[in-house]
């Protein structure tokens, strides 16, 4: 049984690293000034979390008689780590992260014989991406795009006819990309603040 999922998902994210102002003592104003930018270069980690959406497809060529669309949401907590270069305004990088999610969502078809409920759940989530940005001091905005992991659960209940035979269950690890937009404010030299939106779409075989 074949199983695509598109995710689209909002993260809040804090985080810490060895990034930081130039420390100079100098006497000429327009060096003091240049120093005095934001300097996004250095490892980096921290914590996030937020909601998602997906929107799940569910076919397979022997069974069911028509494919089975349904919506899915929930929440997601994790924890990244990434590294940075700066070169002038623009900051290159690559991050990876992985993360606990609640995102679920039910529906029902046919195979032609049997009517189905249908169950879906992303258990966990995981991508590593490369990120460019451009800096205004301590503002960043960025673009990522990299591959993506989740774990993927589904059941698959007859109701009708009866007697209905015992529920299936599959699990898999669905695999695939994603590509994302954020934004980053740096508070201090070791502290930033963001949010990002995401894309993932995601693809598995599911053995019911």
């Known amino acids: 049984m074949r199983m695509s999922a598109l995710v689209l998902l909002v993260v809040f994210g804090i985080g810490g690293g060895t990034a930081a102002a130039a420390d100079l003592i100098v ?32 076919s397979e060529p022997s069974g069911l008689a028509d494919p089975l669309d349904l919506a899915a949401g929930g929440w997601l ?3 990244r780590a990434g590294f940075n270069a700066q070169a002038g305004v623009l900051v290159f990088g690559a991050e990876a992260d992985l993360a606990k999610t609640w995102i679920g969502g039910n529906g029902s078809t046919t195979d032609g014989l049997n009517s189905l409920d249908y169950s879906y759940d992303l258990d966990w989530l995981s991508t590593v991406t490369g990120r460019v940005g451009y800096a205004a001091d301590t503002l960043l905005l ?29 699990e898999a690890v669905a695999t695939g990309w ?28 599911l053995d019911h």
């Open 27 to 58: 006497d000429d104003p327009e060096a003091i000034a240049a120093a005095a930018d934001y300097d996004w270069s250095g490892a980096y980690a921290g914590l996030f979390g937020g909601g998602g959406n997906s929107e799940v497809t569910l």
């Open 178 to 205: 994603t590509v994302g937009l954020g934004t980053e404010f740096a508070f201090s030299e070791n502290v930033t603040a963001g949010i990002e939106y995401d894309f993932v779409a995601l693809d598995a075989e």
């Open 142 to 170: 960025y673009a990522k795009g990299g591959l993506a992991a989740g774990g993927v659960r589904s059941t698959l209940t007859a109701t009708a006819p009866l007697p209905a035979p015992p529920p299936s269950s599959a």
């Open 77 to 79: 907590a994790g924890a």
